[in-house]
């Protein structure tokens, strides 16, 4: 192994006689320690990058560059899927603030609605406690689901309005595009049509996702 440019030959002093080899018999390998070290070593990684392109290559990239970049994101929304009475529902992952352990509901006297429900305390505050059931008037389940979570309290937040809902299941969130969606059937009708955006298909259920603007807006009106 030389330390010249000149010297340099196509022999591949490295794999010859240097650190790559089993001969490890160059003379510089004391001086340099290793073949990275060497002059010659670094002249070759040199003469590698500064060569000309061949056209092949050049080809090659010419029909990479040239291709349209596709700006179509994957999963790019996400949905926080729960199930109320035998419904699977979904709101915007951003809403959620926590899932809780289901606790007692307080009742108000003459407040409770259809959709308001009363207070519930969470972490040693006062929250109002709604129904999204209500809302859409889903019927208690009836089915016999097999998964390991209790009921569960979700508290979600919107422009400042917190709410507390329980929730029969927690599936929790869940990433999708729109590919992932079809439009509603038309034998969706009343509240549920009104408050749902589109149905999300996921692996053995569908998901209602919900229009989150409009249900904390009748939420805020039956609060009020």
Known sequence: MSGSDSEFTTENCW??????SRARSCELLAEYGHCRNCPTYSAFGRRMLDRPLTDEYRAELTAVYSQTKSTELKHTKSAFIFRAGEEWLGISSNLIK???????????????????????????RLELCVSIGGVLRIEPGKKHYNFTSPERLIVAEKSGQSIVFPVSQVHGPHHYDQTDVKPLPVTVSG?????????LRMPNID??????????????????
């Open 15 to 20: 794999s010859n006689i240097g650190l790559f």
């Open 98 to 124: 926590e899932v809780v352990d289901m606790g007692p509901i307080h009742s108000i006297p003459h407040k409770i609605s259809r959709v308001f429900r009363g207070l519930v305390n969470i972490r040693g």
């Open 191 to 199: 509240s549920k049509a009104v408050y749902t955006k589109c149905i």
């Open 207 to 224: 998901v209602g996702i919900l229009d989150d603007t409009l249900l904390f807006r009748i939420l805020a009106r039956n609060l009020s």
